[in-house]
């Protein structure tokens, strides 16, 4: 879930880049423009920011649940896992600690996933790799 | 004089901004026929093409291709022209270039823009035409990205994709801008070959006199928006007859002369497009002023054949400077 303000504004920003104008020269149409032109270069930053949404959201919800202000039970959540191994923590405290292993690692991967990603749509990452 | 390609008549452009309005294009017109290279020298020039794709500019005049006037032209016909019939070579290829996608696969864009072909066919005329632009291994060379080229080799796939569909008119905004001094030669050179193979005309922008007076047939030095000096290119390199040019020719290093002791850059602020003085523009910075510079706008004269220059010197006094001081340093 990018933001709609930040590919709005990187599509206006790259609109006015110098190989638009050049495709524009060449004779492209306007939707040759977007869809070739302009999405591509904003994907890598729509990606980059969507997955740090999605890192921040699992955080955030775990964090409200924990408290009891998030997502209600029985709805399973990262979160509400977590509150339920709390009542537990004096006989179990594992349940807590591997519940919030998972949600760190859970969270580290949305993040590579989207480093990976970058990388992969970038091609000046793909040169950097290759040498 | 063959049947014009290009036409232009009184050509305004201009910008609305918050401070006033941009003049950046007031009231000019030329031509430039079949095969013809015409270089366009000055302070502000707006390239007929971009400023046609730049929506926020004021446009008035006419734009005559092949009689047919592209300002009144519906967008989608202009389209088709654009990119087959009058092409264009950007100052920096590295931004003009898209970088996401492979060199090889830009240029055939303009085969599947224009013509009804495969993406394979279109890729193989693409490595065809690197070849064709001096580049090595063109096959090998087509699947990278614009970064993964030198600036030179840049800009010959540049040209490569202005070439693709053998345009009648090229426009070049400053190729060789971005370009190290030792390339620079080698791109001027090949377009002025491919012209020649592909019998297109060039519109040769640029900021240097002294590359434009080897390519060029004509040229045409704008200031503040206007034609100041127009002529065959051995007029204008030997004979100037406007001060504002003969400030240029001062200011580059001429190749015709063993020393360069002493450039002469020309004084003085380049002209406000929005606050142009009265009378002659050039007058706040021209070493020749006259009262009547102040006051009276200098038009466009023909002194011999199609050489005009816009000042109020007169003819014998403007030869006279041009021998007695401008020429010999
Ligand atoms: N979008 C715009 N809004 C306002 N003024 C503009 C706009 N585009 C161009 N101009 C003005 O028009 C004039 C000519 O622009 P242009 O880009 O053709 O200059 P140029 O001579 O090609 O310069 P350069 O040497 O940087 O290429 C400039 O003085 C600029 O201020
Ligand atoms: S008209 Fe006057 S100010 Fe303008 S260039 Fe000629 S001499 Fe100089
Ligand atoms: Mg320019």
Redesign the pocket.
Known sequence: MPDARIVRGLFLSLKEKEFVESARASGASNKRIIFYHILPNALGPIVVSSTLNVAAAILTESALSFLGFGVQPPTPTWGNLLEDGRTASLIAPWLVWFRGLAILITVLCVNFLGDGLRDALDPHQKLVGKE | MAEPLLEVKNLKVQ?P?EDGV?K?VDGTSFSVAPGETLGVVG?????VM?LVT?R??RISGEILFRGQDLLKLPPEDFREIRGAKISMIF?DPLTALNPVHRVGNQIAEVFQVHRKVSKKEAFDEAINLLQLVGIPEPAKRARRYPHEFSGGMRQRAMIAMALALSPDLIIA??PTTALDVTVQAQILDLIDQMKKEFDAAVIL?T?DLGVVAEHCDDIMVMYAGRMVEYGEARDIYYGAHHPYTWGLLQSIARMDQARTERLRPIKGQPPS?IHVPPGCPFNPRCPYVMDICRTEVPQLIPADGHHASACHLPLSEKERIVKEEVLVH
């Open positions: 910008f901004t941009v950046a302070e502000s020039f707006l390239t971009g730049k926020e500019a100052q905004d400053e922008i900021h497009l």
